[in-house]
């Protein structure tokens, strides 16, 4: 997984494009594989982590039909 993430980073670094996420069920795990990669603040901008379906909804603009 981890050299996934690093191509996945390696990838963004040379496009000059960010990564953002929003997890739910995972916790953060996409987050957390990310951020153990060195210099990956300079791809990875936000992840936030919302499980309760309130925040889903209001928050992030889940559909409340998308449960």
Request: aromatic residues 8%; proline residues 3%; hydrophobic residues 35%.
């Amino acid at each position: 997984m981890k050299t996934l993430v690093k191509k996945i980073i390696k990838k963004l670094k040379q496009k000059k494009l960010t990564i953002s996420c929003a997890e739910s069920c995972a916790g953060g795990l996409l987050s957390s594989k990310i951020t153990m990669i060195p210099n990956a603040s300079r791809v990875f901008k936000l992840g936030l982590i919302t499980y309760s379906n309130y925040t889903k909804t209001n928050i992030l603009k889940v559909p409340k039909n998308y449960f």
